[in-house]
Structure formats: structure tokens, C-alpha cells
């Protein structure tokens, strides 16, 4: 399995930069797919994400400003970060979650990319 993150760099306050996670090794469309982020100082946290069913869901700091999407026939999942602020300054993680059934036990796989850079200057 893996999950490779693209697209980071340095960005401007009010700009838009675009991460894009190519994954391979699993089933795309079976995994909930998400992004995450690690501010310097602080813990990991969710950003948004994108079940194999239903409506994407964002963390409220990025609501309206990222969206998230997925490509199946490319097995690719992308975050458009508009409206940049500083504080969206972290490194970016794509996360792939699949949780079912096993017999009466209930299981959960989950893969991490490498993450990637976001600096955004005021």
C-alpha cells in the first residue's frame, strides 16, 4: 500500500495551493479517504475527509475554503486549499481508513502518506 502526497509548497495569505495523493495497493473506492495536518507544536489533526458513501465533511477552520475529491480511475485523492491563511501553515497527511466486519469482530485498516509541506506567508 501506498499513499503519496504532492503539491505543498509556499503559499501566500489569500492564494490557493492544491495537494494531490496518488495512492495504489488497495481498493480506492472501499476506504473512507482524508487529509490531515500537523502544525509545528502541535498534534495531528483531521482536516477533511471523503467516505465511499455520503458527503465530504471538513474540520470548521476550513470550512468553505478546502475541498476535497477524489478521482477513482486515477486512484487520487486532492485537497484545493483557497483562501490561504498562516495558520493553515502544517504538513499535510493523506489518510485511507477502511473499517468492516470480520465474523463478529469489528476491524480497521488505515494508511498514512509521507506528508507534504504547506507554508503560508502573511
Known amino acids: 500500500v501506498q499513499l503519496q502526497a504532492s503539491g505543498g509548497g509556499l503559499g501566500q495569505a489569500g492564494g490557493s495551493l492544491r495537494l494531490s495523493c496518488t495512492t495504489s495497493?488497495?481498493?480506492?473506492?472501499?476506504?473512507?479517504l482524508g487529509w490531515f495536518r500537523q502544525a509545528p507544536g502541535k498534534t495531528r489533526a483531521w482536516v477533511a475527509s471523503m467516505p465511499p458513501r455520503g458527503r465530504a465533511a471538513y474540520e470548521e477552520s476550513v470550512k468553505g475554503r478546502f475541498t476535497i475529491s477524489g478521482d477513482v480511475a486515477k486512484n487520487t485523492v486532492t485537497l484545493q486549499m483557497n483562501d490561504l491563511k498562516p495558520e493553515d501553515t502544517a504538513i499535510y497527511y493523506c489518510?485511507?481508513?477502511?473499517?468492516?466486519?470480520?465474523?463478529?469482530?469489528?476491524?480497521?485498516?488505515?494508511?498514512w502518506g509521507q506528508g507534504t509541506q504547506v507554508t503560508v506567508s502573511s
Open positions: 495497493g488497495f481498493t480506492f473506492e472501499r476506504y473512507a
Open positions: 489518510h485511507a481508513e477502511s473499517q468492516y466486519f470480520r465474523g463478529s469482530s469489528f476491524l480497521t485498516e488505515d494508511y
